[in-house]
């Protein structure tokens, strides 16, 4: 190789490049010191406080699905929307704070007639969970 010198001086140049690109100096002690960089302060992230939820005192169904209905003050917050047979007959029923207690209120004749036949759909449909529901559509 005629210059042989000419590979060392270029992975110095390199190497002082990339010094320099990384924001590094060398100081005369032969120690790198980084160079200070400038920051800014972050500006900080509004908060707020979670919205109300009912709290236990709040009177409602005490399962999430199906017809045999319940009240009570533990009622469930949040319940999965997969559909189960009777959830259409919810409708007809409600829950009563009224008289000072969580009661449940039937009354409705609509109630226990939509009852009666998702219930005749379920037993005449079995185990299929599709049968049952095509024919709850009808009550």
Do not use: W
Not at 36 to 43: C, E
């Amino acid at each position: 190789m005629k210059h042989p010198a000419l590979i060392p001086g270029i992975c110095g140049l390199l190497l002082i490049a990339s010094l320099i690109a990384a924001g590094c100096t060398l100081t005369s002690g032969g120690k790198v010191t980084p160079t200070p960089v400038q920051t800014s302060i972050p500006t900080p992230i509004p908060t707020t406080a979670p919205a109300e939820t009912p709290g236990p005192s709040a009177c409602g169904f005490s399962t999430c699905h199906g017809s045999d209905l319940a009240c009570s003050t533990n009622a469930p917050q949040i319940c999965t929307a997969m559909y189960q047979i009777g959830d259409k007959c919810r409708r007809y029923a409600s829950c009563d704070t009224s008289g000072g207690s969580c009661t449940l209120v039937t009354s409705n004749p609509e109630f226990a007639s939509c009852k009666a036949c998702a219930e005749h759909c379920q037993i005449q449909a079995g185990a299929d969970s599709l049968a049952a529901m095509t024919c709850e559509e009808k009550c």
